[in-house]
């Protein structure tokens, strides 16, 4: 799980960059923590994703009271692989924070497949255990530590003219 500290860092980062956006979606959701937190911060609807029943269960809970105040939650109870695959909204806010001990080439997939999914302008928060991750196409714009955690704040990469 995110550290309080490490999840305060994140999201004065983003307010600080107006980044919250509209609509947010929670990869590896475990209790919507990280989802949660974006709807306290002015989110508007909020999709959370994750494999396990009990977290989906939890994940309820914890979405109600935001819910019950006219917030758009959305739980999923699926893989982040099948997920990503059959999803064609957009979001301006991604989370993407995998379970430790994912393999990195797992984890890299799973991070170009959320590309598909930002919107124009949007950013996608990834956090790792390790900090040897180089995703092709965004562009990293702050990195966090917290012990042996690694949070960056990535954008889609502006592409270049070269001219050709």
């Known amino acids: 799980p995110t550290t309080s500290k490490l999840k305060e860092s994140i999201f004065s980062s983003l307010e600080a960059r107006g980044a919250i956006g509209e609509r947010v ?3 590896f959701a475990g209790s919507g923590a990280l989802g949660l937190e974006a709807l306290s911060r002015g989110a508007g609807e909020l999709c959370c994703v994750d494999s396990s029943r ?3 269960k939890c994940l309820k ?3 109600f009271p935001f819910q019950k105040g006219g917030k758009r939650v959305e739980i999923r109870c699926v893989k982040a692989e099948k997920f990503l695959e059959g999803d064609e909204k957009k979001f301006d806010l991604i989370f ?3 379970p430790y001990g994912m393999e990195s080439e797992s984890f ?3 991070l170009s497949s959320s590309i598909n ?3 124009p302008g949007g950013y996608i928060i990834a956090e790792r255990e390790k900090e ?3 995703p092709l196409g965004l562009e990293s714009l702050k990195i966090m530590k917290s012990g042996s955690t690694t949070c960056e704040i990535l954008k889609k990469a502006e592409k270049q003219n ?3």
């Open 162 to 164: 070269d001219g050709f």
């Open 61 to 63: 809970q914890n979405a």
């Open 117 to 119: 999914l930002l919107s």
């Open 108 to 110: 890299e997939k799973i």
């Open 96 to 98: 993407l924070d995998p």
């Open 132 to 134: 040897d991750f180089h």
């Open 54 to 56: 009990q977290a989906a």
């Open 25 to 27: 979606l929670d990869l």
